[in-house]
């Protein structure tokens, strides 16, 4: 049955492309220089929801600050949509970033833990990086994640299971005993595509620059050779360190793989701590208008050691505009990943979560630079899902009812710069890892998008716009 | 000592204000013509996020679909400030109505709890509305909330505490024995401007429409008549049903009161349900890797018996713009509130956040439809904090680790007219009221404000915005 549901995608969505092409400046500077090389950055921020914006715009500039994504022209709203695997399926109201990076990648929704496949019969779905290359485009994805995780994944690859991120991983992947699926028909003995660090080894991406060197540190399937070396027989150079990074020619492609998972972030707590549970007394256990509670001390935010190590979001950034633009008349589309926003939203830790939006903040700066100068450069800056997170008040708004008021959650109460305490809740779950949350999530763009972009798009709009901008609508 | 922060804030706020009147059509439509009537017409959905927009949308219209405040042509952020009750004070990170309201009226940060008064030293600080007024504009407020409530109250009252809505309430407040204040040094016997109920009543407003006649039936401080004679005998006419306000004459102000309290909400759901707590097993409790947890049951959501005996949000609103510009050259001020998409989340009842949420785009519909026939109507909507409730999975992201997975707060499971189940979760505190969050807000505007209003403004430019597009700058 082809669902209501289903006909209303569909009607959205070209609507939405209607608005993006029939609208002001940017569509009529399209259309007078289609010959001139031009590039779309996608700058994506995982889990960057107004809350996570606003807990860094407090921590890092001040409550009455101003980050520097606040400065862009343009703000819509991405609707973010996901639906059940199986064609005609239902919608589902919470999204991960697989099915949200395929729907940016592709404009097709999907069901949570794809990479770029179809619901039901799983099939792969073009990508804007394989419809850009294909016309002569250089490409390029840029991550804090391993370059093989679910966002970077979905824009190059196609898997039904965004576990499936090595040869290995594609037999079975379990953790503590439990069985959480495998991708065997997907391998290329079953003629399927093989690993996600096999299809990107393989892939016509210009610039791959991340985490994950223990996917492809392993031998490729049915073989003995790691997949790093089934990269360089595809002509790329691999670079490990900040300094290799930075002195890398152009005349190879990069792949650049600096940490064996995901990247060290930028900050996080004293003595390693996330958000706590809050202590009630044990007459406030007795009965909750009793006795008293203990919130959890106030944190500081510091450095993380290990970041020093890594190059930085930005300095990837930088190194990947210097490739993709270095004797190019065609033009370019990157994405560029702030991957922990996200992760360490799950582990709730929210210093973690702040320094990696300073991190995509940095790379905007350097996107911005870099549009100052090649002025056909496409900014947008998104998030791909709403997350856990909840600025509550450190004070209660029922403080004066002199009974403990708390959260029923975790919480952090972080010192800020400006002297105040910062209270982050996390209550969506009580497993070691915090749920997405469901809400539609900020779309940013510089003045090339105004005109381009609509206020409020459907979260597939972000592959049409950017695919209208590079000329490549079929 | 004067902070930091504060000179923060008026730098910002001088610098949206130069954005917005440097900027594009709206502007050099205001400098061509300011001798036109124009008007504001300021819609403010209490409590209205991200996460409650969508919440709504997923019901009303289908994960897919779009309600009427997102085919809007503009989208802005706006930057909620709240600062501790003293003089150079601290920035406090969630807010209040009470203060957000005062900044939204009046340009000026205070602390929570406050109605249109400065932190420490409680001075009365204008308001749009007496600021038009006295230019000659007319002027209303409506509301579903006690038109007193603290939204529509920083409109056009003073006062250092928002309880203070009725010569009774200025005395003091207590909660079940719990003291929560009083405003005696308020009252007119002591040089004061009186409580909030008589401070309306003697107002210089044209329309007042809402809820709250309990604080308008007692008698006026150290008298005998009802505050509603007094607002008689200041030349108001009072409607108490849909029909009297609907044959309202124009030759008097206009004072609807049609509830004691807040009115009552468009949507319930079945059974007068809440968000509940999930129900872990005994074997659960014992180790929270063993035994089950039971969700509450999916609810579903009916109409409100109530909701038919009081004018919708919408009519209030027709009759108010009825009302206002009926022999008016001039132009005037309307502020429309939906009060209690916060009520709602408040007591964690997501059906009646979105039957709220729904009136709120009635209410835009009659404002585009006036708009439509008054070219020069600037249409502001936006929120005034964030708030408690998030969309959760249905199905968590956990779910193949096979052990319950389950917010530790309280979750509501609604059936969605397009069948599925939407989660959504409380769990700020476990006290009978959530808290509010920090997030920044979704602001919205009509064709007009494109130009007027940047892509991220602090919420105080509300009030300077539309002080400008109302020829009102000192």
Redesign the interface.
Known sequence: MMS??IR??IA?SCFSFTAASNAGNGASELAASPELPRQVILIIGDGM???Q???A??YLV?????LLL????????S?V?TIENEIGG?????A?SANTATTMATGVLTS?GRIATTVGDNQPIPTIVEIASAAGYKTGIVSTASVTDATPAAFATHMSLRLCENPETMLGVT?KD????NCLGERKSQGGPGSISEQLASSALDVILGGGMKHFAMPIEGGTTAVVELAKSHGYQLVTSTAELQSAGTDQRLLGLFSPGTMPVRLRAQNGRSAEEPKPSLLHQVH?YLGEVTLPAAMNCEPNPAFAKVPSLKEMTDAALHQLSQDNTRGFFLMVESASIDKQAHKRKPCGSIGEVEQLNEVLDSALTFAANNPHTLILLTADH?H?A?????????A????P?????KLARINTP???V??V?Y?????P?E????????L?SNQVGVGLV???I?QADIFHISRTYLNLDP
Chains 1, 2 share one sequence.
């Open positions: 209501r549901w209303c995608v959205v929801d107004d809350q914006l606003t807990i715009r407090n001040g409550a009455s600050g101003r606040d400065t862009l022209p343009l703000r819509s709203t609707q949509l239902k919608p589902v109201y919470v991960d949570r953790y439990i069985f959480l699926g909750r709403a856990a909840q600025i509550v008040p450190n004070e209660s708004l029922y004066k009812y002199t009974i008021v708390y959260t029923p959650g400006e002297g105040a910062l209270a809740n209550a969506t779950n009580s497993f890892y749920e997405h949350t469901g809400a539609s999530v900020p940013f609509p206020a409020f459907a």
